[in-house]
Every structure is written in C-alpha cells, then in structure tokens.
Antibody
C-alpha cells in the first residue's frame, strides 16, 4: 500500500531542534499538500501544520507557529518539519500525512509510518 | 476554530454485533457550494499510523470493508461498524477538514 517514508527516531535534549523528513513515492508530489500530525504517548491526534507540495505555502497551528517550520524539496519529493526549542511535552510520534489534493485542509489519505521524537535531559 | 467531540470515549462490543460512534462538530461542516460534508473517519490500531476509512462523511476509501459506514449531516455524524470483527479493535477518530485549522475528535476506543 502506498505510504510515505519518514526518517528515523530521534532523541533530543530540551532546547534543541529536530528536523523530520517525509518522502513521497512517485512523481505526483506537487499535486498534493502535506500535513504534520503528532501524537503524544497514549493521547489523541494533534494537527501541527500544512505545506503545499506545489507552491510551498504553509499554514501552522497557532500554538506552534513560533517554533515550527515546514519546507519541501520538490526535486526529491520530500517534505520536512523542523521543531525548535524542544520541551519534554514535545515528546511524541510525529506523522506526515498527504492530503487528498492541494486544498488546505483536506482528508488525509496517505500516512507515513511515524517518527518518534523523545525530548529528555 | 471548529471543535470536534466524540462519544463515547470507549465501548465494548461483542463479535458480530454493531458498534456506533458519534461525532459532533461545534459548527456545520457542510459546504453550500458542493453540498459535501467535510468530515472524515480514521482507524488507528496499536503501533500503527491512522488509516482513512471514510471521507465526505459517507464515502468509503478504497479497500475499506463495507461493514464500515458513515452517516450524518450538519453537525452530527456517526460511524457504524455493522458486524464487529476482531481486527476492528482500534481507536477511531473523526476529523473536520471544512476549515483551517483542521481538527480531530478525541478518539473512541473500540474493544471486544
């Protein structure tokens, strides 16, 4: 089944930054938007933001907009999410999810396998 | 911002019985331009990413068994599993994509 491929688990100290990648297979990267969703251990889903695979336009969750940056590399079909100023409550599984089109928002039809980010001193 | 509220938080259903999960949005998610409800349902099994089951409130995604169905309108929606199978044990989330910021319900855990 089609799936986005994410980078591996990370362990970071408080105050550090983390950058997670998400590679989309095929040659249709610019036809979709890409979302980042995180899930703290035992908790629900929290939308972090969206980036257009076509224009690079972004839309971030208000509670994260000062600390998060989303980018894309259309030459490799890869989306990136960087989170700065890490805190212990940023410990979570981070997912990328492809929208059903370029519209923001849209339903999330394809998901990555997840990247565990652990923030600990 | 639209707030999504699911009920119940958890439910236990016998194999072969019906499971019903409710989702209420704080505002309508119906588009007047295309008459579609911007509401999706996901299934998340332990250790796995969520999987899209239903979009446009009632359209099953490719490969989703027909025991899963979505219904509702306006602000009230329902996911029904007509005959629960062992592999349906999971957490289910509703999701509005009508307006940014997109938002999820808190999840409903379905057990046998």
């Amino acid at each position: 089944q089609l799936q986005l491929v994410q980078s591996g688990a990370e362990v970071k100290k408080p105050g550090a930054s983390v950058k997670v990648s998400c590679k989309a297979p095929g040659h249709t990267f610019t036809k979709f938007g890409f979302n980042w969703v995180r899930q703290a251990p035992g908790q629900g889903l929290e939308w972090m933001g969206w980036i257009s695979g076509n224009s690079g336009d972004t839309n971030y969750a208000q509670n994260l907009q000062d600390r998060v940056t989303m980018t894309t590399d259309t030459s490799t079909g890869t989306a990136y999410m960087e989170l700065r100023g890490l805190r212990s409550d940023d410990t979570a599984m981070y997912y990328c999810a492809r929208g059903q089109g370029v519209r923001n928002p849209s339903a999330f039809g394809v998901w990555g396998q997840g990247t565990m980010v652990t923030v600990s001193s | 911002d639209i707030v999504m509220t699911q009920s119940p938080d958890s439910l236990a259903v016998s194999l072969g019985e019906r499971a019903t999960i409710n989702c209420k949005s704080s505002q309508s998610v119906l588009s007047s331009s295309n008459n579609n409800h911007y509401l999706a349902w996901y299934q998340q099994k332990p250790g796995q990413p969520p999987k899209l089951l239903i979009y446009w409130a009632s359209t099953r995604d490719s490969g989703v068994p027909d025991r899963f169905s979505g219904s509702g309108s306006g602000t009230d929606f329902t996911l029904t599993i007509s005959s629960l199978q062992a592999e349906d044990v999971a957490v289910y989330y509703c999701h509005q994509y009508y307006s940014a910021p997109t938002s999820f319900g808190q999840g409903t855990k379905v057990e046998i």
